[in-house]
């Protein structure tokens, strides 16, 4: 099991990417990863895990930033919300990041779950499940199929097109969520699943929910085992009993998350804590 962090694109940590990237990398982490909310709601209402007052970059220009001070870190989206993007577009910016870090971009995706944000950029909360789908199989098939590529679907629909630099290492998708469909989604499509929760109960449950989902879904032979990301959340602090249970669990990354990122020092020492 592999330790990672998460979240290192808000608040107190932004203006020191580059020093805190750089000792992530140094401590022996060996990923780094980062959410996303284009918009918040004004005045916060739930579920809205932010105030939004809290400034979080943009996951892709962040993650662009780090690729550049650091070696070896891998690059993961924790998660973009995929039906707010155009597939066409994130499929160039995921090419162009996972070529310029050398392959080392991780795109985790979910269908969102914030409705004035997702209304506010024109999506439905009916749709962002199946535009999840429909984009996420558009943009494999512009990554992986020989040109010209086509693709048609429920909503996005191109003929005739190519789009290159593609990805190093192919299209690793990381599917985020908890939900029924969202499991079944991580088995059909994901390169791996990406998960949050209180702890190593919280993610024995989730695992049963993928257990389910691999028995109702088919899972194409060319995505190979689903890799298992998880992020504990509140108790921030990770003792060395809870890993022991998370690389029994199978985790394959576990993604620490050193709230309440208020101060960049108590983030440095957090990182310092946790490593080995």
Known sequence: MELGVFGLNAKAAIPHTTRLARLAEDLGYRSWWCGEHVVLPSPRVAPSPMDPEDPILDPLVHLAHVAAVTERLELGTGVLVLPQRHPLLLAKQ????????????????????????????????????????????????????????????????FRNLDA??????????????????????????????LGVGGGPDDLAAHLRGLARAAEEVERPAHLGRLEVNFVQIDPVEVTPADRDRYAESGVDRLALYPLPLEDVDDVARFLERHAG
Not at 178 to 185: L, T
Request: glycine fraction near 14%; aromatic fraction near 6%; proline fraction near 7%.
């Open 164 to 193: 290159h630099p593609r990805p190093v290492r192919g299209p690793r998708i990381v599917v985020g969520g908890h939900s029924r469909a969202a499991f079944r989604r991580a088995v059909a499509r994901g390169h791996g699943w």
């Open 94 to 157: 995921a090419a162009s990041l996972d070529v310029l870090s050398g392959g080392r971009l991780l795109l985790g995706v979910g269908a969102g779950y914030l409705e004035p944000e997702l209304a506010a950029l024109g999506v439905p909360m009916s749709e962002r499940g199946g535009r999840t789908d429909d984009y996420i199989d558009a943009m494999r098939a512009l990554w992986t199929d020989p040109a010209p590529v086509s693709f048609a679907g429920r909503h996005v629909d």
